[in-house]
C-alpha cells in the first residue's frame, strides 16, 4: 500500500468520523418527563419514535410525577411531553400558572402489595391479612414519598380506606407511624430493595409488580383505588401533602400534556400520537398497564387539532366532569 493511499484512507475515515459527530450533535433534543412507573413504556416508545425520526435524540426523565410537574412549573425544565400518574398534578401545579389547559388521562391501574419469595411471611400473606404480616416485628415495607410521587399518597389512602374496609380503629396510625416503614422519591426505587432483599413488602401499581415479576397481593376493589364502582368509597378519604394540598382518593388515572415549556409542538404531537394511537395501546398492553377504552379529557377544545382529528385518538376523547 503507497504512502498515498494510506494518506487518503486516513482522510477518508476522519470525514465519516466528523460527519457522523456533527450528525450526533445537530439532532435534535426531544425531551420527555414522565412518572418513573412509565419507565419501561417509555424506553420502547423512545425506540419506536427515533427509528421513525433519525434526526431526534429523544431523552428520557423520569421522576416522581410531582416532582416532574414541580421541574416543570417551578423551576421551567425544558419539557415537550409530561406524562404522569396523576392527571391531578397537572390541574395541580400547571394549569394555575398557564402552563397547560388540558390533559388526557390515558390509563387506569390499581395499588398492590408487592412482595418476593424472600419476604418474609410470604407464604401466608394474603387479602384479608396483608394489614397484619405488615405490622409483625422485623417485617419492613415501604412506598414513595407522597410529597413527590402519587404512589405515595395512594399507598396512604389505601391505608386509610383499609382501615374503614377492613373495621379495624388505629390502623392507619399503626402502619403510618411503623418504624419499620421506608419512604423513597420513587415508587420504582422499591424494586431494588424488594429483590435485595432489604425490603419485605413495598406498595406498588400492580403492573409494575407484573413488569418486575415480583409476587403481589391483590387488594378487595373498595381499597385499590383501581374499580370505578368503588369511587363514591375512594373519595371518603384524603391526605394532606406538605403546603397543604389535599388529595382525596379516587380511581387511578395517568395523563399526559404538552407543557409551555416545549420546544418542540409538532414532535410532541407525534409522539402523543404513538403513545395513544394504536401501536401504543398495544405497547402498554403488552406491558400490563390498561389503557383507557375512552380517554378523559378537562377541555377537549383546548387539545391540539391534530389529535382531536387523528383517528385512532380522537374518536376515543371525551370530556368528562368530575
Not at 412482595?115 to 401466608?124: G, M, Q
Amino acid at each position: 500500500m503507497t504512502l498515498f493511499t494510506v494518506i487518503m484512507i486516513a482522510i477518508l475515515v476522519i470525514g465519516v468520523g466528523i460527519s457522523i459527530y456533527y450528525f450526533q450533535i445537530r439532532k435534535i433534543r426531544f425531551t420527555v418527563l414522565h412518572a418513573g412507573s412509565l419507565t419501561v413504556h417509555m424506553e420502547e416508545f423512545e425506540e419506536v419514535f427515533e427509528s421513525e425520526h433519525p434526526n431526534v435524540d429523544v431523552i428520557l426523565k423520569a421522576y416522581g410525577s410531582r416532582q416532574a410537574a414541580m421541574q416543570v412549573a417551578e423551576l421551567k425544565e425544558e419539557c415537550d411531553v409530561l406524562a404522569v400518574a396523576d392527571y391531578g398534578v397537572i390541574e395541580e401545579l400547571l394549569f394555575p400558572k398557564n402552563m397547560a389547559t388540558w390533559y388526557i388521562a390515558f390509563a387506569s391501574n390499581e395499588i398492590c402489595i408487592a412482595f418476593t419469595n424472600s419476604s418474609k411471611y410470604a407464604d401466608e400473606i394474603n387479602a384479608t391479612n396483608w394489614y397484619e404480616i405488615l405490622l409483625r416485628n422485623g417485617v419492613k415495607f415501604g412506598h414513595s414519598d407522597p410529597n413527590l410521587d402519587p404512589c405515595g399518597y395512594r399507598a396512604v389512602i389505601v391505608m386509610k380506606l383499609a382501615e374503614k374496609y377492613y373495621n379495624v380503629p388505629g390502623l392507619f396510625d399503626k402502619l403510618n407511624s411503623s418504624e419499620n416503614k421506608i419512604i423513597r422519591p420513587k415508587s420504582v426505587e422499591l424494586i431494588g430493595l424488594l429483590e435485595a432483599g432489604e425490603l419485605d413488602y413495598a406498595f406498588e401499581y400492580l403492573f409494575v409488580a407484573k413488569q418486575h415479576n415480583l409476587r403481589y397481593v391483590q387488594l378487595p376493589p373498595n381499597i385499590s383505588l383501581g374499580d370505578w364502582k368503588c369511587a363514591d368509597y375512594y373519595v371518603t378519604v384524603n391526605v394532606t401533602l406538605s403546603g397543604g394540598t389535599v388529595k382525596v382518593g379516587e380511581p387511578i388515572l395517568y395523563g399526559v400534556t404538552i407543557p409551555s415549556t416545549c420546544k418542540h409542538r409538532d414532535l410532541a404531537i407525534e409522539f402523543i400520537k404513538l403513545m395513544l394511537g394504536e401501536r401504543g395501546r398495544q405497547i402498554f398492553v403488552d406491558r400490563y398497564l390498561e389503557p383507557l377504552d375512552t380517554y378523559l379529557t378537562n377541555n377537549i377544545t383546548s387539545i391540539p387539532t391534530e389529535l382531536r382529528n387523528d383517528p385512532e385518538i380522537g374518536s376515543r376523547l371525551q370530556q368528562w366532569e368530575k
